[in-house]
Nanobody
């Protein structure tokens, strides 16, 4: 059983940056691939970024490629999402998630463990 807690959300102006953190406890953190998803009001949860257990392999949604960077520190049991050049359309609740299923890291249904989410609001 893995427990995940996100932090780092907040209000930022368009063009600004935020760094989200997701701290894990329980389980064996370095055996899980980690992903970040977001959900805006009235919209489905969508994939943003994922990293393999080692951090050597990453995957990004086209909408955030070049702006967001996912990384992890297995010693600290934490995964990060650095978000730069933020846009108002990035406003959403951001969730981190963990999985051992590498078949499709972009599919939210493949993730077993989820955090409670952190709100990111980008003003224009």
């Amino acid at each position: 059983q893995v427990q995940l807690v996100e932090s780092g959300g907040g209000l930022v102006q368009a063009g600004g940056s935020l760094r989200l953190s997701c701290a894990a406890s329980g389980g064996t953190f370095n055996s899980y691939a980690m992903g970040w998803f977001r959900q805006a009001p009235g919209k489905e949860r969508e994939f943003e970024a994922a990293t393999s257990w080692s951090g050597d392999s990453t995957l990004y949604a086209n909408s955030v490629k070049g702006r967001f960077t996912i990384s992890r520190d297995n010693a600290k049991k934490t995964v990060y999402l650095q978000m730069n050049s933020l846009k108002p359309e990035d406003t959403a609740v951001y969730y981190c998630a963990a999985t051992r299923d590498y078949s499709d890291l972009g599919q939210w249904a493949n993730y077993n463990y989820w955090g409670q989410g952190t709100q990111v609001t980008v003003s224009s």
